[in-house]
């Protein structure tokens, strides 16, 4: 099992950054698939971003492409997104998960961080 708690969150102006952390307590860090999600109020929750389990390979959201960078430290078991020119549609919790390798479903949550973005 692994247990994730994220970090990082908070209001910041449109056109502004933050980095969130997420990090995970476990000796078997480096065998999961890490993601990033939100949810914003009244919507699903949506992907944002994941990374594999040796950083090697990424993806993200449409949404996000070219302005969020997710990474890893898996000496530090640590996951991390890098927000940069938010938006206020940028605002939701966001959420860190986790995967074992070769599932589908994310099995691991952490309790998310808020992010407001304002206008």
């Known amino acids: 099992q692994v247990q994730l708690v994220e970090s990082g969150g908070g209001l910041v102006q449109a056109g502004g950054s933050l980095r969130l952390s997420c990090a995970a307590s476990?000796?078997?860090?480096?065998?999961?698939?890490m993601g990033w999600f939100r949810q914003a109020p009244e919507k699903e929750r949506e992907f944002v971003a994941q990374?594999?389990?040796?950083?090697?390979?990424?993806a993200y959201a449409d949404s996000v492409k070219g302005r969020f960078t997710i990474s890893r430290d898996n000496a530090k078991n640590t996951v991390y997104l890098q927000m940069n020119s938010l938006k206020p549609e940028d605002t939701a919790v966001y959420y860190c998960a986790a995967r074992t390798i070769g599932t589908m479903a994310y099995d691991y949550w952490g309790q998310g961080t808020q992010v407001t973005v304002s206008s």
């Open positions: 990374i594999s389990s040796r950083g090697s390979s990424t």
């Open positions: 476990g000796r078997t860090f480096s065998s999961y698939v």
